[in-house]
């Protein structure tokens, strides 16, 4: 309020105007009320200093100048206190409205006596004199500072909070009950892929057709709403612009008016099609085997169980069958575990053919397969089915040009007859596999109760096996190897034997291959390769003729990084001279994986160990490894040699093995001779050396020492 007009003297009559500016009286009233007003009253000249000429007392609360400075202009003006800043628009504003006439309104900031800055309202009116000329003006200024503040943060706070709703990254909604939308930001816009919130307002007119895949989730979204008045992690698959699905989750409330009549749902969406996507890779991962793609043992149980419940409820039959495939452990060790995960993935696929689409079938680990059968889970439906089973195993397979021929061992249980749990199921399917395995491979089992003590064994052998070893309870017997052309031992074939403390002697075929299956077989091997070389030297020692010992090798041994130095370690704690250890390998074991066995057998020959090819005839039909491997013996497998005499083929197949080895300079060592008959075809076919009960059984050490002594000639 600057502008110069009227004189007006605080007390003075007033002169007459338009409006009546009261006599005395009135304005001692005005006088004491606005005294106590919380702003000021004034009038104000019009002339070019807008001079005071009456401000009311509060004056120096709104400006820290006390009325009789401000009048007159006694001290400072009041143009001087408004702020420079704002002076020429408030001017204008009073100037327009004088000029019209009108009462003026106008809020500016001041510069109070202290210095400090406060906003005001100022509202006025111009006086008028008798003649209709305007003499003064007059009005109320008042503090409106908190106001102002107040507005500013009201202010502020409505853009941030709009700040937020524009860039947030989750989605942010407001909607009708009935599904459609009154706000929402560009992140919703964004996550449902439309150009603009606007655009997908006017598009989306009914969410729940629209909107949800499966649209009795926007059913399930208003129920919670009814039930709870919000909605926490609400997920849903939902359409977005281009026809494409994503994954959302929604966190929602309702919001009532105060009748409690839902006015409309607000909330935030945030797309969760990565996390779901990985989630159901979790979840796939968790129950799937990573090599074939099958069900694990985990979902495996889920599908046993689930098919026990079905077959409950419809008085059906479930068939649990285990497939083992046999001998995988042998090609799995010996040719490497690519070729083995190769055949693994093919035999899955086998199996797989097999079945129906609402059957199952899964990967418990290694090489044991189980399938769930649910219809035609009587018996003969599945003796079909596993006829099959065994009929496509045993196809042969070809991998990388070599043909392998396999075979598996199956055992089956049933639900209700066997047990009524997947646990009990699965191990009495267990039991008749290993059934299966016992009555010869390559073949199948039902499970009977008399199984269960079978499980039990084989569990219980495997832990014998460890004391066993702890408590020193393995034998060396010693079978001698004798030369064909003159009768003296050459060598002797070191073979363990268990002497249980309660069954007495065990031979070796009850435990190797539990002994194979646990690992306890490189333990055990070391044992007897040290136990052979030191009983060797010590006979070497007492002057007995020198021989060649045969240790027996397991393939788990020979894939143990650790052999050649197995070997080393062996024959220098008992100082024998390389020469005259040598090591047995079965057939099968030379099959393929040429490079890595190679290696092996490189750096056994190269210490100087005698090898020797154990079982021959039994194993793999190629034969050219026999070319590729530096081996000294050939042992023809007692199943030809045992009727040798009277069998033709065998005689046949002997003979030609003879000739084989001769031809490929090795010496042949025949197996199993337990006739004069044996020992005769033998010698007339120029076998080498032969080993068996005729010349001796496996005797323990001091009676093979009493041999060597004795050093027999039976030609
Ligand atoms: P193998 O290496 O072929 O051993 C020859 C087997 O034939 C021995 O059986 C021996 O007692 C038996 N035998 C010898 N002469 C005759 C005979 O005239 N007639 C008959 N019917 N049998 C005869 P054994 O000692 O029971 O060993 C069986 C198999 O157990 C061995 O076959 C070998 O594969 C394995 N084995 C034995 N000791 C060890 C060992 O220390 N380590 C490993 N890894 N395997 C072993
Ligand atoms: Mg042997
Ligand atoms: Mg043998």
Redesign the pocket.
Known sequence: MTLPFLNIVKDRPQPSSRKSTGDLNTTRLINTITSDLVGMIYRCSIDDLGTMEFVSEGCLKLTGYRPDELIFDNRISYGQITHPDDLERVNSAIHAALSADNTYDTEYRIIRADGSIRWVSERGVGVFGANGERIAIEGFIQDITDRITTNKALHEALRRYRSIFENATEGIFQTTPNGRYIDANPALARIYNYPTPEAMIVALQDIQHQLYVNQSRRDEFVRLMFEHGNVRNFESQVYRQDGSSIWISENARAVKDTNGAVQFYEGTVVDITERKYHEEELRYQASHDILTGLPNRMLLMDRIERAISRAKREEQKVAVVFVDLDHFKLINDSLGHHVGDRLLLEMASRLSSCIRSQDTVARLGGDEFVLVLTEQSDEPGVIHIIRRLLEVIAHPWIDEGHEYSLSCSIGVSCFPCDGNTADTLLQCADAAMYEAKDAGRNTFHFYTPALNQTVTERLELANDLRRALERDEFRV?Y?PRVSVADGRIVGA????RWQHPEKGLI???SF?PTAEESGL?VP??QW?LNEACRQNRAWQDAGLPPISIS????PI?FRQPGLVDAVIGALSQSELAAKYLEL?L?ESFFMQDAERINVAITALKGLGVALAI??FGTGYSSLSYLKRFPVNHL?I??SFV?EIDTNPDDAAIVRAIITLGHELGLQVVA????TQANYEFLKQHHCDEI????FS??VPAPTMELQLQKMTVIA
């Open positions: 017997f079978q074939e070191a073979l363990i031979a070796p075929d190797i077989i055990i091997g007897i240790v027996n090798l397991s041994q047995e079965t154990d079982d042992k497998d007692k045992l197996e199993g001779v337990e080993q068996g009960y005729y059984r496996p």
